[in-house]
């Protein structure tokens, strides 16, 4: 059993168990789905920052932008042309990566505080350029009447779409979590603690950084897309900027050892600002406080001290022969 | 250009130029950038609108109270966020990024909960008839501002030349280490730089408010605005974030002059573009003979 344990990643399972319970507590609910959907878009937003600041150590800040690069290209795509939506969210996808890049670019060679300052500085623009530009963007009203989407013939009604919602943001969980453990996220990981080394190596740290602002920019647009989708309106103010501060919160509550630390976040996120109605508008600084905390005395996050815990109940091979052997 | 314009852009240049000396003292004593100035300046500027408006201090004692509350979070950031990260993990660079963004963040939410999440009116420090200067006037806390300014850099620059901390100051900003094999006390001269860098963005927050009023999300475009004058200024003289300052105040008043109402967003971002791609070191750098 205990082999059984530690030979396979039981996460995937787990995980899966997890998100079907959560759907058997959605049901009906109309308020429980609306947190649902929220809780998606706040998933892939976290898994979309998880690549690029925890695997690579690179902040970008324009997170905001991203998402709303995916919800208006969803908007746009299904009010104005004639295309299948989908094809919103491989635009707003391949948009944000590209503006990533472009962000990334200009500062690859400056310590990180210079990205931090410029993306936040694009978002602002960007929310900006929105509320500008009637015409294109709606406005400060947005867009609105988005029709619902059609997914091999069957339309998407908000029941049917929660359930794809989870294979979703379950998929590309899994994704990122085996990105992590893969050659890739290896190297990814190793060009954050020691680039000296990995440039050594041959790899170009700096273009290796920028290939994770793009991936985590084109994940995070996903979560924009998926909730014009799911609430078939955006508008600038839909995705304000105190989001992308959360968003930056949400790996380092959770966990960041692994990608579901990201997506734990998430959910904690979702429950402390919009489901806690008593503590209302102090639900994000009792957030906050508790983000300090963990990063000044649990740096690990939830996740992070559950799995000493397992590995306390199951412990490795190796490990059992050297305690063993001492 | 209106003479109106011109002492915008010198209204606005000093503001900025506060905000990117704040910076600079704290880059100099603990190598970070801290973000979390902007949140000091909006909290100082806030508390004081905030204790006149609703409980009706006098004003000068509610400003009192609000450079207070900025010195103490300044400290607060430094000696409970900033040393016991750097502390675990030795100087990285990301953990003390993070860090200060979630105080950033952190004293946005606290202001907004305690102080409300409304617009406040700033409130003038100093009542007297505006002061006219040819066709142009300028306004009691516009005067206020600009002299505030001026003394505030001449007293920091005497203060790192000629004082001994100051001077001190310098010696750890160039070289920690070398610093601390002199025996420096590198520490107390950090504390002294971050207290110091929160009273002057206090003062530039309480000065700036009644140009635009201040809410508890002023805090983080504050920052961003210090921290590119600060790029574009350079860190070579203590002068220098003057010089940043006025620059990007010329920017951001005179782009929407000419382009129009949203022109200002986009042309702070192209500007912040083109400086961190091409010269993130500033215009004025400190040039070492060898």
């Known amino acids: 059993m205990r082999k059984l344990l530690n030979r396979y990643d039981l996460s995937p399972v787990l995980t899966l168990a997890a998100g079907l319970a959560l759907l058997a507590w959605v049901g009906d609910n109309p308020f429980n789905q609306d947190l649902f959907a929220l809780a998606a878009t706040y998933s892939l937003l976290a898994l979309g920052m998880y690549i690029p600041f925890v695997l690579a150590g690179s902040l970008s800040m324009a997170y905001t932008a991203y998402l709303a690069f995916g919800g208006y290209a969803v908007a746009l795509v299904a009010t104005r042309t004639d295309w299948p939506m989908v094809a919103g969210y491989f635009i707003g996808a391949a948009a944000s990566a590209v503006l990533a890049v472009v962000l990334g670019f200009a500062t690859r060679r400056l310590s990180s505080f210079f990205l931090v300052a410029v993306t936040l500085l694009f978002a602002i623009a960007f929310e900006g350029w929105l509320t500008s530009t009637p015409e294109f963007s709606g406005g400060a009203a947005g867009i609105g009447g988005v029709p619902r989407m059609e997914l091999f013939g069957v339309e998407m009604t908000r029941e049917l779409f929660i359930p794809v919602l989870l294979v979703l943001v379950w998929g590309i969980g899994v994704l990122v979590d085996r990105l992590r453990k893969g050659v890739f996220g290896m190297v990814l990981r190793a060009s954050r603690d020691v680039p000296v080394a990995v440039e050594a190596s041959g790899v170009a740290v700096p273009t290796l950084r920028l290939v994770a602002l793009g991936t985590g920019a084109a994940v995070a647009s996903l979560g924009g897309s998926v909730f014009v989708t799911f609430n078939q309106a955006i508008n600038p103010e839909t995705f304000i900027l105190h989001v992308v501060f959360l968003a930056l919160f949400m790996p380092l509550l959770g966990g960041q050892s692994t990608a579901w630390g990201a997506i734990l976040g998430a959910l904690i996120v979702v429950q402390f600002t919009f489901n806690l109605g008593s503590v209302g508008d102090s639900g994000t600084l009792l957030f906050t406080i508790a983000v300090l905390v963990v990063l000044l005395i649990a740096p690990r996050g939830i996740l992070g001290y559950l799995g000493i815990l397992w590995r306390r109940l199951v412990p490795l091979e190796s490990e059992k022969e050297r305690t063993h052997g001492a | ?290």
């Not at chain 2, 004593?29 to 909290?43: L, R, S, T």
């Not at chain 2, 500027?45 to 509610?62: D, H, I, K, M, Q």
């Not at chain 2, 004293?107 to 409130?123: K, L, V, Y």
């Not at chain 2, 963005?201 to 600060?230: D, E, I, N, P, Y």
């Open chain 2, 1 to 290: 250009m209106s003479p109106q314009l011109f002492l915008s852009i010198i209204e606005v240049g000093c503001f900025f130029s506060l905000l990117a000396l704040s910076f600079l003292l704290v880059l100099d004593g603990a190598a970070v950038f801290n973000f979390a100035i902007g949140p000091y300046a909006m909290a100082a500027g806030l508390a004081t609108s905030w204790l006149v408006t609703r409980l009706g201090y006098p004003v000068l004692a509610a400003a009192l109270a609000g450079l207070a509350i900025a010195v103490v979070l300044a400290a607060v950031t430094d000696v409970a966020v900033i040393r016991p990260i750097e502390a675990r993990l030795g100087g990285a660079e990301l953990p003390a990024l993070v860090a200060v963004a979630a105080t950033l963040f952190l004293i946005e939410q606290a202001a907004g909960t305690i102080f409300g999440r409304g617009d406040f009116p700033g409130q003038p420090l100093l009542g007297f008839e505006p002061i006219a200067l040819g066709s142009a006037a300028m306004s009691a806390p516009q005067v206020t501002l600009l002299v505030a300014t001026v003394a505030v850099f001449a007293l920091v620059a005497w203060w790192l030349r000629a004082s001994r901390t100051g001077r001190m100051l310098r010696a750890v900003g160039d070289n920690k280490h070398a610093a601390q094999l002199l025996g420096l006390p590198v520490s107390r001269i950090r504390g002294i730089a971050f207290i110091l860098s929160g009273l002057i963005a206090g003062l530039a927050g309480l000065l700036f408010a009644h140009k635009s009023g201040v809410s508890f999300t002023s805090g983080l475009q504050w920052t961003l605005w210090g921290f590119l004058a600060l790029v574009i200024g350079g860190t070579g003289s203590v002068w220098a974030p003057l010089i940043g300052g006025m620059l990007l105040a010329a920017v951001q008043i005179l782009s929407p002059y000419y382009f129009g109402s949203a022109a200002a967003d986009y042309a702070i971002l192209l500007v912040a573009l083109l400086f961190f791609a091409l010269r993130p070191s500033g215009l004025i750098t400190r040039k070492v003979r060898t």
